[in-house]
């Protein structure tokens, strides 16, 4: 495991995990820059700023600028990422590895010169980050019965990070990722898919403690063993030749995944039979129980939060503007979407359940005014790795995350250097521009 996380290089992992990687970068910068503009991240920044400031190293924001501790420059830049719910996740893990490594990964370059030589080293270390937290996570889920928040496993990400990049000896790395997983934030996910709010999937409270446990373990703070990294079974035995980052999805909306079957499905629906959304008279929603109850107590959405972990408000969105994303979430008292709502039926198919969570399916009836009643099948997201996004569509979505925030020229500049990684190279363009404060676009 520790040499794992300490010497593995761009050279030992294949040309598709390399893709991959720089695939998962390239998607969170434009997440990142969409949920810059969030409340939750301004008053996560603003908060960090007042209260988290720097002492013999600091790090800047990510998209603010400010320098602060590093713990707390990569909870800031993990509640920006985790502000708008369209980042990657994996489905065994039921959650998210990129929403922590990446801020983490910013927070120990930018504030231990010298600790990522290159683009290359940058990207290896990303690539790392995401087999540790997905690993951590597929343990954490077998090994207790109740379903944890992002933040109880991706935080054991950014100590391997930490134990990386600062870098520590293998001691001190175990003590980090000891620490870590005993800090991290293990929070009730099923409570905020019932009342959603600002606290998410404690991903940036997993990107605080994960920095934090490096820096403790690297003055000599202990906390090992990690328990879930400590079982000898086949979540650890393959690390280094199943690469887990292949596994990861993408999401085309920026919603909770498990509402997205339904949203294909209703989008399908409303191309193939040509109706527009004055013509729906009912929406009939059938998916595993885990979908079903988001947001079931918020049915009608008064916040970004509630209507990101809804399925009625984003099928009822889809229908009303043929896409979900940023704006449209922006606009969640839209009354065509208002409308629509009161029109949705939910039931959980109990076989749909049984197949959760490797599989996530969805099937949505639309009854008309004029009497016609249009099904979908068993319909699946698109952007797993069975379904997955292309490369354009991901540039395209962002694009449209992205330059509305940056201003274009950032953007493709952000893009340019992301695709550049694994030539090596200096990396202190991108940082900079990763960190620099947004501006009007």
């Not at 320098?67 to 990569?74: E, K, M, P, Q, S």
């Not at 944890?148 to 930490?162: D, E, I, P």
Request: with cysteine; aromatic share 6%; glycine share 10%.
């Amino acid at each position: 495991m520790i040499p794992f996380v300490r010497q593995v290089t761009l050279a030992d992992m294949p040309a598709d995990v390399v893709s991959q990687g720089r695939r998962c970068l390239l998607d969170l910068v434009g997440v990142a820059a969409a949920g810059a503009r969030a409340p939750v991240s301004r008053i996560v920044r603003d908060h960090v700023a007042d209260q988290m400031a720097g002492g013999r190293r600091s790090a800047r924001m990510l998209f603010d600028g400010r320098r602060v501790g590093l713990a707390g420059a990569a909870l800031a830049g993990a509640t920006t990422i985790d502000a708008i719910d369209a980042h990657d996740g994996h489905p065994l893990t039921k959650g998210h590895a990129g929403v922590t490594v990446l801020p983490a990964l910013l927070a120990f370059i930018d504030g231990a010169p010298g600790a990522c030589p290159d683009g290359a080293g940058l990207l290896a270390a990303l690539v790392v980050g995401y087999e540790i937290a997905t690993r951590a996570g597929i343990a954490l889920h077998a090994t207790v019965p109740d379903f944890h928040c992002s933040g109880a496993w991706n935080a054991l990400a950014a100590a391997a990070l930490g134990a990386r990049l600062l870098p520590l000896d293998d001691a001190a790395a175990w003590h980090a990722l000891g620490i870590a997983e005993y800090f991290g934030p293990r929070g009730q996910i099923l409570r905020v898919c019932d009342h959603p709010t600002m606290v998410k999937d404690g991903s940036g409270w997993g990107a605080h403690a994960g920095v934090t446990a490096a820096l403790l373990a690297r003055d000599g703070f202990t906390g090992a063993p990690a328990a879930t990294l400590a079982r000898d079974d086949a979540t650890w035995a393959d690390l280094g030749t199943r690469w887990r980052i292949r596994e990861q999805y993408f999401k085309p909306y920026p919603v909770c995944r498990w509402a997205q079957p339904a949203i294909e499905a209703a989008r399908e629906l409303a191309r193939r039979h040509a109706f527009e959304a004055e013509d729906v008279a009912r929406i009939d929603i059938e998916s595993f129980a885990e979908a079903v109850g988001l947001g079931s107590q918020c049915p009608r959405p008064a916040t970004t939060d509630e209507a990101q972990y809804s399925i009625t408000w984003p099928v009822a969105a889809v229908l009303a503007h043929g896409d979900v994303d940023p704006d449209v979430l922006g606009d969640i008292a839209d009354p065509r979407i208002v409308r629509l709502l009161g029109l949705v039926s939910l039931a959980e198919d109990p076989a749909l359940s049984r197949r959760f969570p490797a599989e996530r399916y969805a099937r949505v009836a639309v009854t008309l005014r004029d009497g016609r009643r249009v099904a979908s099948g068993d319909c699946v997201a698109r952007g797993s790795a069975e379904n997955p996004l292309t490369d354009a569509e991901l540039r395209d979505k962002f694009d449209a995350y992205a330059s509305p925030v940056l201003g274009p020229a950032r953007a493709a500049r952000i893009a340019a250097a992301v695709d550049a990684l694994a030539t090596g190279g200096s990396i202190d363009a991108l940082v900079d521009d990763l960190h620099a404060p947004i501006v009007a676009a």
